[in-house]
């Protein structure tokens, strides 16, 4: 299908210090030490297939804290700046995506920077889950005897007329001991 490979490497900028994620200066020794996206960028950079995509996810709150310290990276330069004076550019198969739990904290600047589009749970609702369990159901399932594809309107008429039903009962009538989203 012509697809390329994608490698994605997972970063949560939240979970660690400005130190350990850019990198540091020893105050003793003065020696440079480079944080994970340092070296992340970098070894994504350097790796140059053009038939492989390489995605840096960061997965975790975004706040302006950290995000500036990326300013350059995410204007058109693309270019990590680090204070050790080295200033890594990013590949033309490189990608960066951020996938924050919500933006409580960031600022609309940063928003717009990263380019982010967030939407609440609750807007999206339980049909999406549905649809991609249903698209990554075994063959068996969506197969016939001779390999052709079926279609199951039955179990989409079974869904339709008992999931959100029984989601309202809950909602409505039931009392959690946990809160739940749809």
Not at 42 to 57: G, Y
Not at 98 to 114: G, H, I, K, N, Y
């Amino acid at each position: 299908m012509e697809e390329m490979k994608t490698h994605v490497h997972v970063i949560n900028p939240k979970s660690i210090t400005m130190s350990q994620l850019y990198g540091f200066t020893d105050p003793v020794s003065k020696d440079w030490t480079d944080g994970i996206l340092a070296v992340w960028f970098r070894t994504l950079a350097t790796q140059m297939d053009a038939k492989e995509r390489r995605w840096l996810v960061f997965d975790g709150p975004v706040d302006a804290l950290w995000i500036e310290n990326m300013n350059t990276v995410l204007d058109d330069n693309k270019k990590l700046c680090l204070n050790s004076g080295e200033i890594i550019q990013m590949s033309n198969n490189m990608s960066m995506i951020f996938e924050p739990m919500d933006l409580a904290v960031a600022s609309p600047a940063t928003v717009s920077r990263c380019g982010m589009v967030y939407m609440q749970p609750i807007e999206i609702g339980w049909r999406p889950f549905y649809d991609s369990w249903k698209n990554n159901l075994p063959a068996f399932f969506t197969k016939d005897e001779k390999n052709k594809d079926i279609y199951l309107p039955a179990f989409d008429e079974l869904i339709d007329v008992i999931v959100q039903p029984i989601i309202n009962f809950v909602r409505t009538e039931a009392k959690e001991t946990t809160p739940t989203n749809d």
